[in-house]
Nanobody, 123 residues
Framework: QVQLVESGGGLVQAGDSLRLSCAAS????????MGWFRQAPGKEREFVAA????????YYADSVKGRFTISRDNAKNTVYLQMNSLKLEDTAVYYC????????????????WGQGTQVTVSS
């Protein structure tokens, strides 16, 4: 059974850092595009970051560029999202996704999704 499990979320203050992890199981995802999306209360799910199968290409939403870093360890079937300088507006449920599509920015390119991990940034 293919599964993506996120971890690392929590309650932090503005300016703090968090590192999210997404552990994949059920098959190798070393050839998949991996991404992070988030959904804040009352808002639609939005793209945060993505990384190509070999880590050679990374993609970021403008709102997180320069603050967030996506990386992956294919040997561990795991993708990470290092979040620095967190802002109140980063509060959301963060979802990990995997797929073999071509457009990293759109959620319909991803075939597998995790259950999400809550990130709450307080002032």
């Amino acid at each position: 059974q293919v599964q993506l499990v996120e971890s690392g979320g929590g309650l932090v203050q503005a300016g703090d850092s968090l590192r999210l992890s997404c552990a994949a199981s059920g098959r190798s995802f070393s050839n998949d595009l991996m991404g992070w999306f988030r959904q804040a209360p009352g808002k639609e799910r939005e793209f945060v970051a993505a990384i190509s199968w070999n880590g050679g290409n990374t993609y970021y939403a403008d709102s997180v560029k320069g603050r967030f870093t996506i990386s992956r360890d294919n040997a561990k079937n795991t993708v990470y999202l290092q979040m620095n300088s967190l802002k109140l507006e980063d509060t959301a449920v963060y979802y990990c996704a995997a797929g073999q599509g071509y457009n990293p920015y759109t959620d319909y390119e991803y075939d597998y999704w995790g259950q999400g991990t809550q990130v709450t940034v307080s002032s």
